[in-house]
């Protein structure tokens, strides 16, 4: 199979999955800080220091993608892949500095209920691309994009009912515009978690 016609030295593999680590590691934190009196400067330190770790991982994928002619799967693909992998590390350290910019302090129900439902999100999206070192692995990885689909429905329902909620009960407009934004990017995270498992179920597709 192609997936296994790659020099050693440009293993993507192991660049996709030290990326997706990250991700992991970065949705595990914004749980636990929603789940905290709010963010400061180390907190936001640490997950700065995690997003620049998802960054240089994705300037290695493009930049060996330029040195190399064999490849796994579509160099298209491969950017794509890396570039979605980035964007999700990306939009959980950006509504982390948002919390922290806003000054929203205190633990927050539904934040908790969103950072809960992107580590789900972002743990299936792990198990999809650990598992496309193997054609024997199509089941469990088309599974694991079928239940970052399902989250990402259950994110936009999310989203709806707390903004609502939002509208009726919060008094304060300028905390409506802030927490209308932190919602809203919590669910663009669900959203870009999703476009990864688009590029995954289309590389299990032309591998087929």
Request: hydrophobic share 45%.
């Amino acid at each position: 199979m192609l997936f296994n016609f790659i020099p050693k030295e440009f293993n993507f593999f192991d660049l996709f999955e030290k990326q997706v680590s990250y991700a992991v590691e970065a949705a595990a934190y914004f749980k636990e800080l929603a789940s905290t009196d709010g963010v400061n400067e180390k907190s936001l330190q640490k997950m700065r220091d995690i997003e620049h770790q998802g960054d240089d991982i994705a300037h290695s994928i493009i930049e060996r993608l330029d040195k190399t002619f064999i490849t796994p799967f579509d160099r298209e693909d491969i950017h794509n892949l890396a570039k979605d992998l980035d964007d999700v590390v990306d939009m959980i350290n950006t509504i982390v500095s948002r919390l922290m910019i806003y000054k929203l302090t205190g633990v927050n129900k539904n934040l908790v209920q969103f950072a809960s439902t992107i580590e789900e999100s972002v743990r299936a999206l792990a198990l999809a691309v650990k598992g496309m070192r193997s054609m024997k692995n199509t089941k469990s990885v088309s599974d694991a994009c079928v239940e970052i689909n399902r989250l990402e429905n259950i994110g936009d329902s999310m989203r709806d009912k707390m903004l609502a909620e939002l509208f009726e009960r919060e008094k304060d407009p300028i905390a409506v515009i802030k927490w209308k934004e932190i919602y809203q990017d919590a669910e663009t995270v669900l959203d870009v978690c999703e476009d990864v498992a688009h590029v995954v179920e289309s590389i299990l597709v032309k591998q087929a």
